[in-house]
């Protein structure tokens, strides 16, 4: 019967402590809630009485805790800087050193779609400017064109020295000569422009704006 006793004393404190704290602050209120059930715990009938006397009326203590908690300083607020956004994938080191490579090198992996696969990735990043993109991407087919050109005309003459002399003149080089060394100049001058990429690349820690 005493435990009964002392279970109801303690509900019937505990049910006018939460009518007077209910315009507390959550977190107040609940601390303040559980600290004084805690004390009430496992007491007798007698020692809730005793324990309840001490502590006072419920509407007294709430009017405590609100002058304490408006006095007190408020919670430091916490500001969390956003992660840096991370930047495109074409405007990363990586992608660049990757695009100069396939640029002056695919090609010889997968002929003509690696040289494609290069410039399109050159063409995608933003660490070299324009013309330095149409130098090493173009430079091959001008060479390749004059080239073409030097050899066209020197048919033209060649057939014009036929016709006058009766013989082909042999300081002037065969076409096929011409077209087969405009091959070659193009095929070095494709890794060389890709490797100035690379060269260029190396003075920039940042794409160009």
């Known amino acids: 019967m005493t435990g009964t006793e002392a279970q109801n004393l303690r509900e019937d404190y505990l049910s006018r402590?939460?009518?007077?704290?209910?315009?507390?602050?959550?977190?107040?209120?609940?601390?303040?809630?559980s600290g004084i059930a805690e004390e009430l715990d496992g007491l007798g009938a007698a020692e809730v009485r005793e324990r309840i006397a001490h502590l006072g009326d419920p509407v007294r203590i709430a009017e405590a805790a609100r002058e304490e908690s408006a006095s007190a300083p408020p919670a430091p607020v916490v500001v969390v800087a956003p992660a840096p956004a991370k930047p495109p994938v074409a405007d990363t080191k990586w992608f660049a050193i990757l695009g100069?490579?396939?640029?002056?090198?695919?090609?010889?992996?997968?002929?003509?779609?690696?040289?494609v696969i290069g410039v399109a990735l050159v063409?995608?990043?933003?660490?070299w400017r324009r013309w330095e993109k149409a130098v090493a991407i173009l430079l091959p087919f001008v060479v390749w064109v004059l080239v073409f050109a030097a050899s066209a005309l020197g048919d033209r003459l060649g057939g014009v020295a036929s016709e006058e002399h009766g013989a082909s003149n042999p300081l002037l080089p065969a076409p096929y000569d011409l077209a087969h060394s405009a091959l070659i100049i193009a095929l070095v001058l494709v890794p060389i422009g890709g490797l100035w990429l690379l060269w260029i690349r190396r003075g920039r820690d940042a794409p160009l704006r």
Not at 123 to 127: A, H, I, L, P, V
């Open 17 to 33: 402590l939460d009518a007077a704290i209910a315009e507390l602050p959550w977190r107040v209120a609940n601390e303040l809630r």
């Open 123 to 127: 063409t995608s990043s933003r660490f």
């Open 100 to 115: 100069a490579l396939v640029l002056g090198f695919g090609g010889f992996v997968l002929p003509v779609g690696g040289w």
